[in-house]
C-alpha cells in the first residue's frame, strides 16, 4: 500500500473525490466525517425522509437468503427493529451476510430510503460497521462512534473510511509535518496533526473528535493571523511619500461645505491625516452604516493628497458605482471642480472617470493626462488596472466595495505608486462587526463613523405578507400614489430582469413562470390606485447613458415610480425619494435590504419601506425581514445577521475567493482569535519569512492561496 491516491483510487474515483475537494492525500486526511453515530443512539425508522440516502442504527430481528425466481443470484432479507418499528431490508448477491448477521446484532446500514409494497426499506443497502476484509463484526466499532463522510459519487462510505484508515497507518512523517508550534499545543492541550487526524477517522470517544476540532480552529485561526501579521509587517517596510493633512484646495473644500461635519468624521479625518502624514504607506478600512458619509471622508482624504501635490485614484467594482462616485464628487465640489485639465483654474480640482465602456480615443486621451499630471483625481472601475493607465505621481488609493477586489488588483493598483508606495483607504458599503473586522481585516487599521449627518434616519419600515394578507399590497400602492401625489418619488425593487422558469424540484419540469421586471411594471401602472402616473425603468443592461438619464428623470420629477434592480443599492442620492416597496424581499440578504433602504429619506425627511413577501409569518426566513423591519441599525443588523446566516455563509469560498476556512467560528472563537495573534506577533517578529516554521507556511498557503480575494462580502 501506498501513499499516493492514484494506487489507492480508480481513475473514476478521484474525478469524483476531486469534485469534493479532495486531490492528494492531505486533502483526503482532511474530508472529515459530517457527523458521528454515537452507540447507543436510537434511530427511528418511521421517520426517515423518503428519497434520501439515510444511516440506520438497529438490531438484526432475522436474517433469510433464497435464490432468486426471475433473475439469478440470491437476495438476502434482514428484518430490523429500532424498539418501536420494524424495517425489511434486501441484499441481493451478498449470501454470505446470512452467516454474518445474527439476530440480536446492533448493526448500522445505509441506502437510499424507498417505498416498496408500502413499506420503507433502504435501496442498494451498505452495512457499515464492519471491516472491509473478512466481512467480520468488530465489537469495538459498536463501542466507537461511526464516521459518516460526506457522499462521493460511486465510491461507498465503508470503502472510503477503510482507505483512509489504511492510508492513515502507512503514510510518512511528511504527511504529519504539524502547523501547530509544540508550545502553543501544550500549552492549549491541543493533539499532534497525526493524532487529531486519527481522532476524526478512528475515534474511540466522541470526546476525542470534539478535541481534535479545537485544533483545527486554532490551526486556521493562527495561519489567518499569521497572514495578516506578515502583511502588516511587510507594509511597514514599504515607503512612502508622506501627505499634507490640509491646504488650500482642502480648506476652500471645507469653507464651502453648508453642514457641518460630524464628530465622528472629524475623527475619522485625522486618523486618516495622521495615516498620510507618515512615511510608511496608510492601509486603513473605512466603515461606517449606510448615509454615515463615508463619501464625503474619502473626498476630504483625496484632496489633502492633490494639496500635496499628488493624484488620487477611486477604484469602483462596477461601472454604476463608479459613476454614481463620480457625480457625488461633482456634486460636492460646485465650483471647485475643474471642467478640462485645459479650463481648469489653479484653485480647482481636476476629477475624470475611466470605464471600461469608453470609447478608445477618450481613453488614449485620459490616460495621457493621467500619466503628465493633468487629472488630480480619476474614479474608475478595473480599468484603472490596466497597464497602459499610469500616473505621474499617485499618492492615494480609495478601493470602494473592497471585498470584490483581490489582493493581485490591490497590488497591481498601488504598483502604480512607482518607487513610492500609494497611502490605501478601503471602504465597505455596510458596517462591519466588530469580530468580522478583527478576524478578517486584521492587516488594516479600522475607522469607524458612528454617527449619521443628517441625524438618525427616520424610515417606517415594514413587512407584508402578501399571501397571508393580500389586501395589505392594496394599501401599498394606496400610499404610493399619495406619496407620488405629495410631490415625492417611489423606489419599486426587483431582483431580476427577465423572467425565469419556476421547476419542479423532484422533476425538474417547467411548472410556471417567475415574472421580470418589465412585467411587474405593467402590472403596477394597470392598477387603479397607480393609473396615470409616469413609471420609468432601470436596470444593469442599460447602457451608462441611459441608466444616467433615468435618474436624472427621476431626480427631477419627470419620472414619479422607478421601478429598478439592485443598481439603485449603493450612491444614488435622490433626496426628493421618500418612499421605497421591495417586491420579493425574501430574495435579498439583511445587508442589502438595509442598503437598498438608505435611498430613501436621504434629506431627513420622513420615509416608508415596505418589504413585500409572499412567504408565511410563520416561516424561518420572515423572521430575517422583520428583523430588518425593527431596527435601522446598520450595525445591530450586521451583528444580526452573522448570528442567523453563520460563518459558512458569510466567509463563504465565494466570497472569500477560495479559502478554505472550515472550522474558526468568528463568533463564538474570538477568543482563539484574539490569542492566535499574539502568538502570530510573536512568530513573525522573530521570523518574518516564516523560514522556521515551514509546515505553518505551507499551511498558510493552503487556507489563504496566493492572490486570495480574502475580503468579507460586506453585502
Known sequence: MTTRLEDNFRKADRTHLAKRGVHTVADLFRFF?????????????????????????????????RRMKQRRGTITEVIVHDGEQSMKIAFFNQHWL?????????????????????????????????????HEWTPEDLNSPFPIYPAVKKIAQSRLWSAIKTLLSVAGPEEFADPLPKGLREKYDLPDLRTALEDMHKPRRIEDVERARQRWKW?????????????????AQENATPLLTEGPKSRR??????FTLTPSQVRVG???GADMGREQPMHRLLHGDVGSGKTLVALRAMLTAVDSGAQAAMLAPTEVLATQHFHSIQHFLGEQMGLSPLLSEDDQVTVALMTGSMPARERRELALDLATGNIDIVVGTHALLSESTIFENLGLIVVDEQHRFGVEQREA????????????????????????????????????????PAGPKNIATHVVP????????????????????????????????????IEDPETGAVIGQKQGIEDLSRKLEDTPELSGKRFGLLHGRMSTGEKDKVLKDFADGDIEILVSTTVIEVGVDVSRATMMVIAEAENFGVAQLHQLRGRVGRDGSAAMCFLLT???????????????????????????DLDSRGEGDVLSASQWGGSSLRHLSILRDSEIVAEARRVAEQIVAVDPQLDAVPALKAFIRRVLPEGDAHFIEAG
Not at 394578507?469 to 415625492?488: C, H, I, K, Y
Open 614 to 640: 409572499e412567504l408565511s409569518e410563520t416561516d424561518e426566513s420572515f423572521a430575517r425581514l422583520q428583523a430588518v423591519a425593527e431596527t435601522l441599525d446598520g450595525f445591530a443588523l450586521a451583528e444580526y
Open 253 to 258: 473644500f471645507d469653507s464651502s461645505l453648508p
Open 219 to 235: 490551526e486556521e485561526a493562527l495561519a489567518l493571523q499569521t497572514e495578516f501579521v506578515s502583511r502588516k509587517a511587510a507594509y
Open 413 to 452: 493598483m498601488r504598483a502604480k505608486g512607482g518607487e513610492s508606495t500609494p497611502h490605501t483607504l478601503v471602504m465597505s458599503a455596510t458596517p462591519i462587526p466588530r469580530t468580522v473586522a478583527m478576524t478578517v481585516f486584521a492587516d488594516l487599521d479600522i475607522s469607524t463613523l458612528t454617527e449619521m
Open 33 to 65: 466525517p459530517r457527523r458521528y453515530l454515537v452507540p447507543g443512539e436510537s434511530t427511528r425508522l418511521g421517520d426517515l425522509p423518503l428519497g434520501e440516502t439515510a444511516i440506520i442504527q438497529a438490531e438484526v430481528i432475522s436474517v433469510s437468503t
Open 270 to 272: 485625522e486618523e486618516i
Open 98 to 134: 446470512d452467516k454474518a448477521l445474527t439476530p440480536g446484532l446492533t448493526v448500522v446500514f445505509g441506502g437510499k430510503v424507498e417505498s416498496y409494497r408500502g413499506q420503507l426499506t433502504l435501496a442498494s443497502p451498505a452495512w457499515l460497521n464492519r471491516t472491509e476484509d473478512d
Open 466 to 501: 402578501i399571501v397571508d394578507q393580500p389586501n395589505w399590497f392594496a394599501r401599498v400602492r394606496t400610499l404610493m400614489r399619495e406619496t407620488v401625489e405629495s410631490g415625492r418619488g417611489v423606489f419599486v425593487v426587483f431582483p431580476r430582469i427577465e423572467p425565469t422558469d
